[in-house]
């Protein structure tokens, strides 16, 4: 997930400026810029402009004539890509650069779209040696995959999205293919009406249900949620897509051309240049936890039923003794800078202690409560501890089961009791 920084925020005023020059619109928009939250996406403050753009000026759609436009331009050169196709070496992986390459033509990243600039990366669309090796992992997955979803991004670029699907059906005729467009109209994203005009099946096609340029994982439908989960290859197309859905637990693919300069730094990607990458290649770290990573772990911890948090151990200034008392012993899971889970772990000199394991849904069953665990195990015993206890609710089956498999022993000849000196105001989760 890309954070929206100062550059980019910047860039997103200017864009709502070409779409209307309004003094009172822009006022909003820049509005709703500064008020942003730390998680929020770029996609999703389009998102939340088009909202307010439709309350003001209704449902027309400045992109409307962009789209069509540039649908026909790319079906006008239908037969001929699909030749160039079919006569390379290798048709599918052609196909995949082509669809690609037509990541170009997006009115998000850019003020303009120059036709003869994309007639020119469509001539050179071809995988580099820095796209090898997720192109050839991709390939690898689909072909014992069972279903395979394709996630698009823009107008005209869909066309070429079809072409690449059809040849992936050829290789694989066995794979079952879903694409996903967006639930509603969003600058010159493609939505269910561009896919059939593009071809795409009606029974393949399957709506997002909300108007965010990306994967926005809690708006999703029932039914792109299913096609999501149920998904054995992700295809993520474009940068809102990556931006959205990057960092989010999900094992896709994604393929883009280079366009925004927060994006070309981030990603060392000249710009203009094709980028293909797969999930694995971002790698979870596993660092021990700071007072600075409060806000985060405790928006993990509210979000994680049963957690039992009070007011005063699990505020701000709770934490932060702990963690003094605890320098070395606190770890949390971090992917792409966002805290995906945490492990408290502390001693009195004789025992060790665990508290507040969380990782976060849709992280699950990827070993990464293990590691925690396994890290802060280490810690203790570097600071000569023998013995580690924790305190889990009985009601919390899977918790239980989790704790049994580390080899933490169900003690039945105890009895578990404690006395409060202050009274203390459950959190709910």
Known sequence: ?????????????????????????????????????????????????????????GREQPYGEVKKRYNDFVLGMEG?????????????????????????????AMDDVDEDEFLRLLGGARAGE??????????????????????????????????????????????????????GEVLNDATAEDALYAGFPENEIVSSGNAVGGVALDM?????????????????????NYETLGGRGRRAFYSLLCKCAVFTEHSACPRSRGYSLRRAEFRMTIRKMEIADYDAVFGLWIHTPGMGLNRADDSREGIGKYLARNPE?????????????????????????????????EYRRRGIAAKLVESAMAALEREGIHKVALVAFSSNEGGNAFWEKEGFTARDDLVYRNRLIHPLERIPT
């Open 329 to 361: 012993t606190c770890f949390l899971a971090e992917e792409e800078g966002r805290v995906v889970g945490v492990i408290l772990t502390g001693h009195d000199g004789r025992r060790g202690y665990i508290h507040h394991l969380a990782v976060a849904p």
């Open 80 to 108: 001929s890509i699909r030749a160039r196709i079919e006569a390379a070496p290798d048709p599918c992986e052609a196909a995949l650069m082509y669809a690609r390459t037509g990541n170009y033509i997006d009115f998000g």
């Open 130 to 183: 820095r796209d090898r090796a997720a192109v050839d992992s991709f390939f690898t997955r689909c072909a014992a995959a069972k279903t395979f979803l394709l996630i698009a991004d823009n107008c005209g670029e869909i066309v070429l999205d079809r072409l690449f699907v059809e040849q992936l059906k050829k290789r694989y005729p066995d794979l079952s293919v879903s694409v996903m467009v967006r639930g």
């Open 220 to 240: 999703l439908s029932d039914k792109a949620r299913r096609a999501l989960d149920g998904a054995d290859v992700i295809l993520a197309k474009g940068q809102a």
């Open 1 to 57: 997930m890309i954070r929206v920084n100062d550059p980019c925020a910047a860039c997103l005023y200017d864009r709502q400026k070409h779409v209307k020059n309004d003094p009172e619109y822009l006022a909003e928009v820049r509005r709703i810029i500064d008020a942003r939250k730390p998680g929020d996406t770029a996609p999703y403050l389009v998102y939340l402009f088009g909202l307010e753009y439709g309350r003001r000026f």
